[in-house]
């Protein structure tokens, strides 16, 4: 359960203010179809993240577990201070608009999760927790629908409200605690 609860935790705080957050926003106030858009980021989500935990197992058979401890310890370190960076959304979704929100919304998340920190924390996740591939995959899944649902639910009024400065100093903070707990278990 810990490979469960860790990947949900740190995904669902790496998303927090992230551009497929921002994403799931701009595509809520365009499409006003919230139920396409949401199984849209699911299957993108579970399709990038299944193949980024692929590649986190790939990548275990090389490294000593107390170097992935390290690394995993050290990425959360890293993500405390990236959140400290906000994302700006590109105007990349005017093309792909006309597919509809199911296929627009899968082919922007998709993309959009390559290279991102929480496809990241999905490679070394699945690494640190070989043995439970399919947790760490649910659990990236899970988070990044608990950070991005309610806004696609929500849309423009409460995005609003939300002092992004503050959101983002506390995923900081959060990250830097998930950094330290890694490094004492």
């Given at each position: 359960?810990?490979?469960?609860?860790?990947?949900?935790?740190?995904?669902?705080?790496?998303?927090?203010?992230?551009?497929?957050q921002?994403?799931?926003?701009?595509?809520?106030c365009r499409?006003?179809?919230?139920?396409?858009?949401?199984?849209?980021?699911?299957?993108?989500?579970?399709?990038?993240?299944?193949?980024?935990?692929?590649?986190?197992?790939?990548?275990?058979?090389?490294l000593?577990p107390?170097?992935?401890?390290?690394?995993?310890?050290?990425?959360?370190?890293?993500?405390?201070?990236?959140?400290?960076?906000?994302?700006?959304?590109?105007?990349?979704?005017?093309?792909?608009?006309?597919?509809?929100?199911?296929?627009?919304?899968?082919?922007l998340?998709?993309?959009?999760?390559?290279?991102?920190?929480?496809?990241?924390?999905t490679?070394?996740?699945?690494?640190?927790?070989?043995?439970?591939?399919w947790?760490?995959?649910?659990?990236?899944?899970?988070?990044?629908?608990?950070?991005?649902v309610?806004v696609?639910?929500?849309?423009?009024?409460?995005?609003?409200?939300?002092?992004?400065?503050?959101?983002?100093?506390?995923?900081?903070?959060?990250?830097?605690?998930l950094?330290?707990?890694?490094?004492?278990?």
């Amino acid at each position: 359960m810990e490979a469960l609860t860790t990947s949900t935790l740190a995904v669902a705080i790496a998303e927090i203010g992230d551009k497929t957050q921002l994403l799931a926003l701009v595509l809520s106030c365009r499409f006003r179809k919230p139920l396409p858009i949401i199984v849209g980021i699911l299957a993108a989500t579970l399709l990038n993240h299944g193949l980024a935990g692929w590649v986190g197992v790939w990548v275990q058979q090389w490294l000593d577990p107390d170097w992935l401890r390290y690394l995993l310890a050290g990425s959360f370190f890293i993500m405390a201070c990236w959140m400290l960076i906000p994302d700006k959304l590109d105007d990349e979704d005017g093309t792909l608009r006309r597919y509809g929100p199911f296929i627009t919304t899968f082919m922007l998340f998709f993309l959009a999760e390559m290279g991102d920190k929480t496809q990241l924390a999905t490679v070394l996740l699945a690494a640190r927790f070989v043995e439970d591939y399919w947790l760490v995959v649910a659990g990236t899944t899970l988070g990044m629908m608990a950070a991005n649902v309610p806004v696609v639910l929500i849309g423009k009024k409460g995005a609003e409200r939300i002092p992004m400065k503050w959101i983002h100093g506390a995923s900081a903070l959060l990250f830097l605690i998930l950094g330290i707990t890694t490094l004492w278990w």
